[in-house]
């Protein structure tokens, strides 16, 4: 069913629409993630039986599929490239000709060094992003995250070079514990759902709803939440989403894209007072260490996107469904994409 205001306060609280039946115009379905079977998955313990899962996924979809390599200047993707053929294709985002996160080129060329892997650049800017950005929209059904058109060109530079399916390190926040910030306490559950709303809808709608609902059922002893359960039954899916939307529009001859840490799976629970004691990802920090003995861990960095500089003049949101005269100083960069695309997308399908 059509519910124009529900997607939009949908999209700016968790970056999707989170209900499957409801949708911002007739005709229009927005699209969602397509996550590895759960029973699938490989049980892991150690570092040595994530290394073992690791090999022996790259070896059975090597065989008959180029792979390419989205190598960042953090250890996930890192320790996914240390497993895959020399020669390999690896691509590293590089903004605003090289002056946005230069030590992340830096430890991406020796990562790719490390395993002889042919790093290419993929030079992002806002020509970029215009450039992609509707085909992203019209594919989802929706506005889209930031990262996405970035991810979109990659893979279309990814194609122009023979590969047919992309490595992306999605998963290995979510499965060895990298989101350090959620899993930093227990969580009350008020306090948890301003942490996890993106950008809040009455700060900017006219006619915001409520997305209540959809925190209510991990509500727990009255003022607690089960951040942990909704982290794997409702965050998961905005994460994977972002990729698998971008590669399916660039076209990959094989889709969504793989993930090796995605296919693997902890036998325990995750050691909480390690990781808030400040050894996020304890176990991909050791398989790195493995892979890259002389190298430093490199600390946990998102995916760049640099929406403080493509933003930082624009004068907010100008349709009805926005309240008028926002304060543009008191948003953040990626609050201010989420305006934005939202208003780029009313205006095409709205």
């Given at each position: 069913?059509?519910?124009?205001?529900?997607?939009?306060?949908?999209?700016?609280?968790?970056?999707?629409?989170?209900?499957?039946?409801?949708?911002?115009?007739?005709?229009?379905?927005?699209?969602?993630?397509?996550?590895?079977?759960?029973?699938?998955?490989?049980?892991?313990?150690?570092?040595?039986?994530?290394?073992?899962?690791?090999?022996?996924?790259?070896?059975?979809?090597?065989?008959?599929?180029?792979?390419?390599?989205?190598?960042?200047?953090?250890?996930?993707?890192?320790?996914?490239?240390?497993?895959?053929?020399?020669?390999?294709?690896?691509?590293?985002?590089?903004?605003?000709?090289?002056?946005?996160?230069?030590?992340?080129?830096?430890?991406?060329?020796?990562?790719?060094?490390?395993?002889?892997?042919?790093?290419?650049?993929?030079?992002?800017?806002?020509?970029?992003?215009?450039?992609?950005?509707?085909?992203?929209?019209?594919?989802?059904?929706?506005?889209?995250?930031?990262?996405?058109?970035?991810?979109?060109?990659?893979?279309?530079?990814?194609?122009?070079?023979?590969?047919?399916?992309?490595?992306?390190?999605?998963?290995?926040?979510?499965?060895?514990?990298?989101?350090?910030?959620?899993?930093?306490?227990?969580?009350?559950?008020?306090?948890?759902?301003?942490?996890?709303?993106?950008?809040?809808?009455?700060?900017?709608?006219?006619?915001?709803?409520?997305?209540?609902?959809?925190?209510?059922?991990?509500?727990?002893?009255?003022?607690?939440?089960?951040?942990?359960?909704?982290?794997?039954?409702?965050?998961?899916?905005?994460?994977?989403?972002?990729?698998?939307?971008?590669?399916?529009?660039?076209?990959?001859?094989?889709?969504?894209?793989?993930?090796?840490?995605?296919?693997?799976?902890?036998?325990?629970?995750?050691?909480?007072?390690?990781?808030?004691?400040?050894?996020?990802?304890?176990?991909?920090?050791?398989?790195?260490?493995?892979?890259?003995?002389?190298?430093?861990?490199?600390?946990?960095?998102?995916?760049?996107?640099?929406?403080?500089?493509?933003?930082?003049?624009?004068?907010?949101?100008?349709?009805?469904?926005?309240?008028?005269?926002?304060?543009?100083?008191?948003?953040?960069?990626?609050?201010?994409?989420?305006?934005?695309?939202?208003?780029?997308?009313l205006n095409i399908y709205c």
């Amino acid at each position: 069913m059509v519910d124009k205001d529900y997607c939009m306060s949908s999209y700016l609280t968790f970056r999707c629409i989170f209900d499957d039946d409801k949708e911002f115009a007739e005709g229009l379905h927005h699209s969602k993630d397509i996550p590895f079977p759960e029973d699938k998955k490989v049980v892991v313990n150690t570092a040595k039986e994530v290394a073992e899962a690791y090999k022996a996924a790259f070896e059975e979809k090597e065989k008959d599929t180029k792979l390419g390599i989205m190598l960042s200047g953090g250890m996930d993707s890192a320790t996914l490239a240390a497993f895959m053929k020399p020669g390999t294709d690896a691509y590293t985002l590089r903004f605003i000709g090289g002056e946005f996160r230069g030590e992340d080129l830096r430890r991406a060329e020796q990562f790719a060094a490390a395993y002889k892997l042919n790093l290419h650049y993929v030079d992002i800017n806002w020509g970029v992003v215009e450039r992609n950005v509707n085909a992203l929209m019209e594919k989802k059904g929706a506005p889209v995250h930031p990262i996405e058109p970035q991810v979109m060109e990659a893979a279309l530079q990814a194609q122009q070079d023979g590969v047919e399916m992309l490595v992306i390190a999605d998963g290995s926040d979510l499965v060895f514990g990298g989101m350090d910030k959620m899993l930093s306490r227990d969580w009350l559950y008020d306090d948890w759902v301003e942490f996890l709303t993106f950008l809040d809808p009455q700060l900017v709608l006219k006619d915001p709803v409520s997305m209540d609902h959809i925190f209510a059922p991990y509500r727990i002893d009255g003022d607690k939440i089960d951040y942990l359960r909704f982290i794997e039954e409702v965050f998961t899916h905005e994460s994977s989403g972002v990729f698998c939307n971008a590669c399916i529009t660039a076209g990959m001859k094989y889709t969504p894209y793989f993930d090796p840490s995605s296919m693997v799976k902890l036998g325990t629970p995750l050691d909480l007072q390690r990781i808030r004691n400040g050894e996020s990802k304890y176990i991909v920090r050791e398989l790195f260490r493995m892979c890259y003995p002389d190298l430093p861990i490199p600390e946990k960095v998102p995916m760049p996107r640099p929406v403080d500089y493509y933003f930082k003049n624009w004068g907010g949101p100008v349709r009805p469904e926005f309240k008028e005269g926002l304060d543009m100083n008191k948003f953040t960069g990626n609050q201010k994409w989420q305006m934005w695309c939202l208003q780029r997308f009313l205006n095409i399908y709205c």
